[in-house]
């Protein structure tokens, strides 16, 4: 058995193709998905203001330490595409910013 290591990744996009559906609730939920709510979770936090263009996704990933950063990156914006299809919300491409927080170092000061 490989090892696992913890990823924070965040995931960054714009919203597309948006239906007056999609638009209407995520205009309605806007206050719950400020910059201020945001938390790194497995099943993703989702962030965007009222103008409906970018948004971002952060998520916890665990994945093995020898599939690296770009393993982890695939699978979080995979959970974020399947997110965000189930909400109906269409959107771009997809661009991800992985840590290992397994690897991070961390400067304590004296």
Avoid: P, W
Avoid at 5 to 31: C, K, M, N, P, Q
Avoid at 81 to 104: I, N, Q
């Amino acid at each position: 058995m490989s090892e696992q290591h913890t990823y924070r990744v965040i995931v960054r996009g714009t919203f597309d193709g948006l239906s007056e559906e999609s638009r209407s609730r995520l205009l309605a939920e806007a206050d719950e998905h400020g910059l201020s709510a945001m938390q790194f979770t497995e099943e993703g936090s989702l962030a965007y203001d009222r103008t409906l263009k970018h948004f971002s996704y952060r998520l916890v990933v665990v994945s093995d330490a020898a599939d690296g950063e770009e393993m982890a990156a695939a699978l979080a914006e995979d959970r974020v595409e399947r997110a965000l299809k189930e909400l109906g919300h269409g959107h771009g491409g997809l661009k991800s910013t992985v840590t290992d927080m397994d690897t991070m170092k961390i400067n304590y000061k004296r």
